[in-house]
């Protein structure tokens, strides 16, 4: 097996990487560094891969068709496409950006594994695709009615996978994450961007109220996601990935509150049209066909999170993104 990991600079991709790293599973990583957030954190996800025995990096960006070049003369056998535009209100700003990584980009990453005879191309998709569904969410709704950009983006890039398997054959597992967190998260999400500003002093935007509830799922539990995807015997399937567990804003912020010793100074302001009330995710699938069972509650993942984030090297340059800062 030798797998190729697009965006391996990324929050998921560069977690995914250290583990195959551990596990001594060659790999070649892909990463553009587009600055949509702080490309200090990218560079601190990949640091610990560049003296790795097993892997090699390239920085391409999956658009650019030269890069597949040179990924044919590699052996990949295995491909776990992370790299994607991420974040839903920020779709609504810069669309043509998610619409050609999220769907041309995916498109060569798909043109290659045909042309090179791929074993497995795992996706990671997005809880986002269901819309505002009837919870818990499950893979056997129907995900016609995005209500973002970034929703329509992925939904376009599951279409693709299913036609590139139904045409061509080619293996397809697609993983749809639900509210991933942990070391090494994106700092326009709401974890990171909280846990900064509580810390701080400064004042969180809450939008629409405190009853909103997502299903965080802690990275490591992604990570082990993907590995038991990576190794499924893959015709096309599309699997839940998440914690099973909704917990409010409310709920959130007194975690974190409780971790950094600060208490939050909150803004309402109003939700956003993008926005949906809840997700939960409905894993039964996934804990029985893939075996997967996350680990992690959301007390002890902030928890980790919290030291991480305070142990991280030139934290003062990290704040929050570009996108938080406009918003706060």
């Keep these: 097996m030798k797998v ?10 560069g977690n995914f990487a250290r583990a195959l790293d551990a596990e001594g599973i060659p790999f070649v990583g892909v990463d553009n560094f587009t600055p949509s957030y702080a490309l200090w954190v990218k560079k601190a996800n990949i640091k610990p891969l560049l003296g790795s025995k097993f892997g090699k990096f390239i920085k391409a960006d999956i658009c650019a068709k030269k890069l597949y070049g040179k990924l044919s003369r590699e052996g990949i056998t295995h491909i776990v496409h992370l790299a994607a535009r ?8 810069v669309p043509e950006e998610y619409l050609g990584t999220n ?11 045909r042309d090179n005879n791929v074993e497995n191309v795992v996706l990671a998709s997005t809880s986002s695709v269901y819309g505002r569904n009837e919870l818990p969410f499950s893979e056997g709704q129907a995900v016609s009615t995005p209500m973002s950009i970034y929703a329509a983006s992925k939904i376009g890039m ?10 061509y054959g080619v293996p397809m597992t697609i993983l749809r994450l639900f509210t991933v967190y942990g070391p090494g ?3 326009d999400m709401a974890v990171y961007t909280f846990t900064d ?20 799922t802690f990275v490591s539990d992604v990570v082990d996601a993907l590995l038991l ?21 409310g709920e959130l912020i007194g975690i974190i509150e409780k971790n950094v010793g600060a208490k939050a100074k909150k803004r309402f302001v109003a939700k956003a049209r993008e926005d949906v009330d809840a997700t939960l995710a ?44 406009k918003r706060a």
């Design 158 to 167: 599951e279409s693709l996978a299913h036609s590139f398997h139904n045409v």
């Design 185 to 187: 998260g994106r700092p």
């Design 282 to 325: 409905d894993i039964s699938k996934a804990r029985g066909q893939l075996g997967y069972n996350p680990k992690v509650r959301l007390e002890e993942g902030i928890e980790k999170f919290v030291q991480w984030f305070n142990s991280v090297q030139f934290r003062g340059r990290a704040g929050v993104s570009r996108l938080a800062k």
């Design 197 to 216: 500003l509580i810390s701080r002093g400064e004042p969180i935007n809450i939008y629409g109220s405190l009853d909103s509830k997502r299903d965080f």
């Design 86 to 93: 991420t974040g839903v209100r920020d779709s609504t700003r």
């Design 4 to 13: 190729l990991v697009t965006g391996c600079a990324g929050f998921i991709g």
């Design 229 to 249: 995807a990576l190794r499924r015997n893959a015709g096309f399937d599309v699997f839940n990935i998440g914690n099973s567990d909704s917990r409010s804003v």
């Design 103 to 113: 769907i041309l980009g995916t498109l060569n990453v798909l043109e290659f594994a």
